[in-house]
């Protein structure tokens, strides 16, 4: 039942991070563990896009696809993630952009949480500290790739 929470000021704004964020299509370009994503659907309704997308992830020999539904909701900054189908028994994970404390507009704080556990244990064992390591570098890779894009 690994559960891994963090807020962290970044330089770049509110909007500027969750537009990242949101590019989930990007992520194998730069984010950890992450081979492929394909999106299966989108339907935009009040302002909100809800997508159906496959993850692969792999590390070695080993590799998992995942199905997760993506509320992307602009309006509130925020991106919350349902685990659909593949390897795991549960996956939450939501990503929140405030404004920064000293309330300047090119800087927020970055709010990103995940709890997960996978449907077998021998998996879990396998892969689980690599996930547990990656889902810390989350933020870091997002960062980074901020710093390229926004710089």
Not at 71 to 76: C, G, H, I, S
Not at 116 to 132: H, R, T, V
Request: charged share 30%.
């Amino acid at each position: 039942m690994p559960k891994f929470e963090i807020r962290r000021p970044v330089k770049h704004s509110a909007e500027q991070m969750y537009a990242l964020v949101a590019d989930i299509e990007k992520y194998p370009q730069f984010l950890p563990l992450c081979e492929a994503l394909s999106i299966r659907s989108r339907k935009e309704r009040d302002g909100k896009a809800l997508l159906m997308a496959d993850m692969t992830v792999g590390y070695k020999a080993i590799r998992e696809t995942f199905t997760t539904q993506v509320l992307l909701n602009p309006a509130e900054q925020a991106i919350d993630v349902k685990y659909i189908e593949g390897p795991f028994k549960y996956l939450e994970n939501r990503w929140r952009f405030e404004p920064a404390a000293d309330g300047s507009p090119d800087a927020c704080v970055v709010h990103f949480f995940i709890d997960y556990e996978f449907k077998s244990m021998i998996l879990g064992a396998l892969m689980g500290s690599m996930f547990d390591r990656a889902f810390r570098m989350f933020t870091d890779a997002f960062e980074k790739r901020a710093d390229k894009i926004y710089a």
